[in-house]
């Protein structure tokens, strides 16, 4: 089984475009801290993701994605090779195909402000409530 989960902030605002089958992605950076000490304790160490999303999940990444937003990505990842533009030689890149995006911070989160309704989750599209907690279908419970 190959599937990854990552909690971290975006790097930079997401880019959408359109392939040529008309499909939808939007592709993203996410930092993620590395929890043991480093020697420079005002820079820690992170690793960074490329997260593409696709069709709605990607347009919802598109509306409610910006630079620094917490995130939780769940999907299989790759490994891609590219050269480095100043000829340093062979970069690798981390590369993770989004099925479930939440989204852990909110605009309110990012002016300051207490936050009322959090965004809803990128692959349940549920908005939480002021307790913390999802609606939930009972269609959708496994029992």
Request: net charge negative; aromatic share 6%; with cysteine.
């Amino acid at each position: 089984m190959n599937k990854l989960t990552i909690i971290g902030n975006l790097t930079r605002d997401p880019e959408t475009r359109t392939v040529s089958t008309g499909k939808t992605v939007c592709s993203f950076t996410v930092a993620v801290n590395r929890r043991h000490a480093t020697q420079n304790a005002n820079q820690p160490e992170a690793d960074f993701f490329r997260v593409s999303a696709w069709d709605k999940l990607g347009e919802n990444c598109q509306r409610y994605l910006a630079k620094g937003r917490k995130v939780a990505v769940v999907g299989p990842v790759s490994v891609s090779s590219y050269e480095a533009k100043d000829g340093s030689g062979t970069r690798f890149s981390l590369d993770i195909r989004a099925e479930d995006v939440e989204f852990l911070s909110s605009r309110q989160d990012d002016q300051g402000a207490a936050p009322t309704d959090a965004e809803p989750s990128a692959k349940g599209g549920a908005a939480k409530k002021e307790s913390g907690f999802s609606e939930v279908d009972d269609d959708d419970l496994p029992f």
